[in-house]
């Protein structure tokens, strides 16, 4: 089974422009996010889904210089994008990952796909960032079928569908199978992903803390036991909306 993980990313962002490229402690944002799925263990390929807009020239440069693949679609029409990348890499199952999540940890992507994988053939698509939360936010990672995201792409007509690429899959329950990963304990409070400046502050905390970035989830968890002023950072950042 080919599974593949598909990485939106874009220089276009409106609360914290260039984010993608950003540097975290020595290597762009992307770079990160690329480095650390490249531990998981469930995934057969990474690939960078970006746009074709002059601004992301510098996305696919970094991508040819790293040997990473990619594909270049619609900035406005993600669910297109995410669509024609999964062509393709002839996906069978897709991981959906952004790169707004630096700390993305490969121990969480594994229980996520190994639960969908798991549910098979009883379920179309999984993710762990439905409330109650079980991880913090930054580590969201959704896994569904290619012919769920065909239907999805052939069927979507509004707008909104067309930008956020599952959004169609949830506002259809009576369509699609999902399933959420819950947990006794509710981690929504705790905000890892880089859609702000402050935000970008907190990862950069942990970077500088452990000196590396092979660190997991449950080990930040432990230094924010020692440093809950690091919190403080970006406590007041509101999550957008769709």
Same mark, same amino acid.
């Given at each position: 089974?080919?599974?593949?993980?598909?990485?939106?990313?874009?220089?276009?962002?409106?609360?914290? %422009?260039?984010?993608?490229?950003?540097? =975290?402690?020595? $290597?762009?944002?992307?770079? +990160? @996010?690329?480095?650390?799925?490249? &531990?998981?263990?469930?995934?057969?390929?990474?690939?960078?889904?970006?746009?074709?807009?002059?601004?992301?020239?510098?996305?696919?440069?970094?991508?040819?210089?790293?040997?990473?693949?990619?594909?270049?679609?619609?900035?406005?029409?993600?669910?297109?994008?995410?669509?024609?990348?999964?062509?393709?890499?002839?996906?069978?199952?897709?991981?959906?990952?952004?790169?707004?999540?630096?700390?993305?940890?490969?121990?969480?992507?594994?229980?996520?796909?190994?639960?969908?994988?798991?549910?098979?053939?009883?379920?179309?698509?999984?993710?762990?960032?439905?409330? %109650?939360?079980?991880?913090?936010?930054? =580590?969201?990672? $959704?896994?569904?079928?290619? +012919? @769920?995201?065909?239907?999805?792409? &052939?069927?979507?007509?509004?707008?909104?569908?067309?930008?956020?690429?599952?959004?169609?899959?949830?506002?259809?329950?009576?369509?699609?199978?999902?399933?959420?990963?819950?947990?006794?304990?509710?981690?929504?409070?705790?905000?890892?992903?880089?859609?702000?400046?402050?935000?970008?502050?907190?990862?950069?905390?942990?970077?500088?803390?452990?000196?590396?970035?092979?660190?997991?989830?449950?080990?930040?968890?432990?230094?924010?036991?020692?440093?809950?002023?690091?919190?403080?950072?970006?406590?007041?950042?509101?999550?957008?909306?769709?």
């Amino acid at each position: 089974m080919n599974t593949i993980a598909i990485i939106q990313a874009r220089m276009g962002s409106t609360r914290l %422009p260039g984010k993608a490229f950003l540097d =975290l402690c020595g $290597e762009p944002m992307l770079a +990160r @996010v690329i480095a650390r799925c490249q &531990r998981a263990k469930t995934l057969s390929r990474i690939v960078v889904a970006t746009t074709t807009e002059s601004a992301d020239d510098v996305l696919c440069g970094l991508c040819t210089s790293r040997g990473w693949p990619f594909y270049r679609g619609s900035q406005q029409d993600v669910l297109d994008r995410y669509y024609q990348t999964a062509k393709q890499q002839q996906a069978d199952v897709i991981v959906r990952i952004t790169s707004d999540c630096p700390v993305i940890d490969a121990e969480v992507i594994d229980l996520t796909v190994g639960e969908f994988l798991r549910l098979q053939p009883d379920c179309d698509y999984v993710s762990n960032g439905e409330p %109650p939360r079980p991880f913090p936010r930054g =580590l969201d990672v $959704e896994v569904f079928h290619v +012919r @769920v995201l065909e239907q999805a792409w &052939r069927e979507a007509r509004d707008p909104a569908f067309r930008e956020h690429v599952t959004l169609y899959i949830h506002r259809h329950p009576e369509k699609f199978r999902v399933v959420p990963i819950c947990a006794d304990r509710d981690y929504s409070d705790q905000r890892w992903t880089v859609d702000t400046p402050e935000d970008r502050a907190l990862v950069m905390e942990f970077f500088k803390h452990f000196g590396h970035d092979r660190f997991g989830w449950r080990e930040i968890l432990a230094a924010l036991e020692q440093h809950p002023e690091w919190l403080e950072i970006n406590r007041y950042i509101k999550q957008k909306t769709t």
